[in-house]
Nanobody, 125 residues
Framework: QVHLVESGGGLVQAGGSLRLSCVASGRTFSSYAMGWFRQAPGREREFVAA????????EIANSVKGRCTISRDNAKNTVYLQMSSLKIEDTAVYYCAATYSRGTYYTQRTQYDYWGQGTQVTVSS
Protein backbone atom coordinates (compact mmCIF):
# COMPACT_ATOMS: atom_id res chain seq x y z
CA GLN A 1 0.00 0.00 0.00
CA VAL A 2 1.24 3.46 -0.92
CA HIS A 3 -0.21 6.68 0.44
CA LEU A 4 0.41 9.81 -1.61
CA VAL A 5 0.06 13.41 -0.46
CA GLU A 6 0.40 16.30 -2.87
CA SER A 7 1.21 19.90 -1.97
CA GLY A 8 2.35 23.11 -3.59
CA GLY A 9 -0.75 24.09 -5.48
CA GLY A 10 -2.27 27.53 -5.27
CA LEU A 11 -3.28 30.67 -7.11
CA VAL A 12 -0.73 32.11 -9.51
CA GLN A 13 -0.80 34.67 -12.26
CA ALA A 14 -0.33 33.67 -15.86
CA GLY A 15 3.36 33.43 -16.62
CA GLY A 16 4.20 32.44 -13.08
CA SER A 17 5.69 29.26 -11.66
CA LEU A 18 4.80 26.59 -9.15
CA ARG A 19 6.47 23.48 -7.85
CA LEU A 20 4.22 20.63 -6.84
CA SER A 21 5.44 17.97 -4.46
CA CYS A 22 4.12 14.50 -3.75
CA VAL A 23 5.32 12.60 -0.72
CA ALA A 24 4.81 8.85 -0.63
CA SER A 25 4.56 6.62 2.40
CA GLY A 26 6.36 3.33 2.67
CA ARG A 27 9.94 2.18 2.33
CA THR A 28 9.91 1.05 -1.29
CA PHE A 29 9.36 4.36 -3.06
CA SER A 30 12.38 3.65 -5.24
CA SER A 31 10.49 0.70 -6.75
CA TYR A 32 7.58 2.78 -7.97
CA ALA A 33 7.10 4.61 -11.22
CA MET A 34 5.42 7.95 -10.59
CA GLY A 35 3.17 10.17 -12.61
CA TRP A 36 1.36 13.49 -12.55
CA PHE A 37 -2.09 13.93 -14.03
CA ARG A 38 -4.53 16.82 -14.00
CA GLN A 39 -8.25 17.26 -14.26
CA ALA A 40 -10.04 20.48 -15.14
CA PRO A 41 -13.77 20.93 -14.47
CA GLY A 42 -15.86 19.03 -16.97
CA ARG A 43 -12.85 17.32 -18.49
CA GLU A 44 -11.25 13.91 -18.18
CA ARG A 45 -8.13 13.40 -16.14
CA GLU A 46 -5.14 13.80 -18.43
CA PHE A 47 -1.50 12.83 -18.35
CA VAL A 48 1.04 15.52 -17.52
CA ALA A 49 4.34 13.81 -16.73
CA ALA A 50 5.84 10.50 -15.68
CA UNK A 51 9.14 9.25 -14.35
CA UNK A 52 10.57 5.77 -13.89
CA UNK A 53 11.57 4.37 -10.52
CA UNK A 54 15.26 5.12 -11.02
CA UNK A 55 14.59 8.43 -12.82
CA UNK A 56 16.31 7.01 -15.88
CA UNK A 57 13.26 7.55 -18.05
CA UNK A 58 10.63 10.25 -18.15
CA GLU A 59 8.04 11.79 -20.40
CA ILE A 60 6.25 15.12 -20.49
CA ALA A 61 2.90 15.68 -22.19
CA ASN A 62 2.98 17.82 -25.32
CA SER A 63 0.58 20.29 -23.72
CA VAL A 64 3.17 21.26 -21.10
CA LYS A 65 6.43 20.32 -22.78
CA GLY A 66 9.04 23.01 -22.40
CA ARG A 67 7.18 24.41 -19.39
CA CYS A 68 7.19 21.48 -16.97
CA THR A 69 9.79 19.13 -15.62
CA ILE A 70 9.39 16.06 -13.43
CA SER A 71 11.97 14.87 -10.95
CA ARG A 72 12.20 12.67 -7.90
CA ASP A 73 14.25 12.30 -4.76
CA ASN A 74 14.09 8.68 -3.65
CA ALA A 75 15.83 9.48 -0.38
CA LYS A 76 12.91 11.79 0.48
CA ASN A 77 10.15 9.63 -1.02
CA THR A 78 9.14 12.64 -3.08
CA VAL A 79 8.34 13.39 -6.70
CA TYR A 80 8.17 16.94 -8.01
CA LEU A 81 6.49 18.73 -10.86
CA GLN A 82 8.09 22.07 -11.66
CA MET A 83 5.81 24.25 -13.75
CA SER A 84 6.71 27.57 -15.32
CA SER A 85 5.18 30.00 -17.82
CA LEU A 86 1.81 28.90 -16.51
CA LYS A 87 -1.24 29.49 -18.66
CA ILE A 88 -4.88 29.89 -17.71
CA GLU A 89 -5.56 26.54 -19.34
CA ASP A 90 -3.23 24.88 -16.83
CA THR A 91 -5.90 25.46 -14.18
CA ALA A 92 -6.87 22.05 -12.79
CA VAL A 93 -6.57 19.69 -9.87
CA TYR A 94 -3.20 18.00 -10.12
CA TYR A 95 -2.88 14.40 -8.98
CA CYS A 96 0.15 12.32 -8.16
CA ALA A 97 0.04 8.60 -8.99
CA ALA A 98 2.22 5.56 -8.32
CA THR A 99 2.59 2.03 -9.62
CA TYR A 100 5.10 -0.69 -8.81
CA SER A 101 7.76 -0.92 -11.50
CA ARG A 102 11.52 -1.19 -11.68
CA GLY A 103 11.75 -0.62 -15.38
CA THR A 104 9.82 1.98 -17.20
CA TYR A 105 7.38 4.84 -16.73
CA TYR A 106 3.71 4.96 -17.62
CA THR A 107 1.50 7.54 -19.28
CA GLN A 108 -1.95 5.98 -19.03
CA ARG A 109 -4.23 6.66 -16.11
CA THR A 110 -5.25 3.00 -15.92
CA GLN A 111 -1.65 1.89 -15.40
CA TYR A 112 -1.47 3.46 -11.94
CA ASP A 113 -2.63 1.78 -8.75
CA TYR A 114 -2.31 4.55 -6.19
CA TRP A 115 -3.49 8.14 -6.28
CA GLY A 116 -3.20 11.18 -4.08
CA GLN A 117 -6.08 13.45 -3.15
CA GLY A 118 -5.00 16.18 -5.54
CA THR A 119 -3.87 19.77 -5.23
CA GLN A 120 -5.61 22.70 -6.90
CA VAL A 121 -3.69 24.90 -9.31
CA THR A 122 -5.46 28.05 -10.43
CA VAL A 123 -3.88 30.35 -12.98
CA SER A 124 -5.36 33.83 -13.26
CA SER A 125 -5.00 36.44 -15.99
Amino acid sequence: QVHLVESGGGLVQAGGSLRLSCVASGRTFSSYAMGWFRQAPGREREFVAAISADAGGMEIANSVKGRCTISRDNAKNTVYLQMSSLKIEDTAVYYCAATYSRGTYYTQRTQYDYWGQGTQVTVSS
